[in-house]
């Protein structure tokens, strides 16, 4: 079974903090995606990475930045966060297009 | 422009009933991938089925099926004889193969409440 981790279920942050949100996948997938999802607006792609050391811009990449030093690990930074950070944020894994996208449980954050 | 369109913002039904989740979407892309993924209230989004634009067969998998027509641009999921624990959100997702790197372009999702 494919397995894709994220380092907290729930996380407070206070405003201008900067913040790790690491995800691991076990699975020695090709691409990564990082995504948040509002209520009333559903999932956004903020960044997407197809091998180690390479990033995409998704739709909303403002605020935002990733890291890909492992092929395993894909982390989002927030560099000052802002309560319009709040959210669910989701990481997700894929073999490879066309393939299904495999997702985490997903991290709630507060941004105080 | 990609887009797809879950109308159904939320249905409720008694446990037992059938029930149709609708997905309309919109591509220019002659291929491409449809997919349907559950959000249970957990959070984690669950994949329940891939399929590509040249394959119109419809797909059954135990109590779930799929309707793909594509000349009307719908892949729609019923689910027979719900059960309490089909409540959840479900979005209908497209993937354009050679534009965008075939990102997923997800609906805004249908919450289903089914009701003991």
Redesign the interface.
């Known amino acids: 079974d494919v397995k894709v981790t994220q380092s907290s279920r729930y996380l407070v942050k206070r405003t201008g903090e900067k913040v790790f949100l690491e995800c691991v996948q076990d699975m020695d997938h090709e691409n990564m ?1 990082w995504y948040r999802q509002d209520p ?1 607006l ?2 956004r ?1 903020i960044y ?1 990475s ?1 091998d180690v050391k390479m990033k ?1 811009k ?1 739709d909303i990449p403002e605020g935002y930045s990733v890291s890909r030093e492992k092929k395993e690990r894909f982390s989002l930074i927030l560099e000052s966060a802002s309560t319009n950070q709040t959210s ?1 944020y ?1 990481c ?1 894994s894929r073999q490879g ?10 991290t ?1 954050l507060t941004v105080t | 422009a990609q887009k797809v369109t879950q109308a159904q913002t939320e249905i409720s039904v008694v446990e037992k009933e059938d029930v149709t989740l609708d997905c309309v979407y919109e591509t220019r892309d002659t291929t491409y991938y449809l997919f349907w993924y559950k959000q249970p209230p957990s959070g984690e989004l669950v994949f329940l089925i891939r399929r590509n634009s040249f394959d119109e067969q419809n797909e059954i998998s135990g109590r779930y099926s799929w309707n793909f027509q594509k000349s009307t641009s719908s892949f729609n999921f019923t689910i027979t004889a719900s059960q309490v624990v089909d409540s959840a959100v479900y979005f209908c997702a497209l993937s354009p193969i050679y534009n965008q790197g075939g990102k997923l372009i997800f609906g805004q999702g249908t919450e289903l409440s089914v009701k003991p």
């Not at chain 1, 297009?97 to 997903?106: A, D, K, L, N, R």
């Open positions: 995606f009333g559903g999932l792609l997407f197809y995409e998704g669910m989701l997700a297009i066309p393939y299904e996208q495999y997702f985490g449980p997903g709630r």
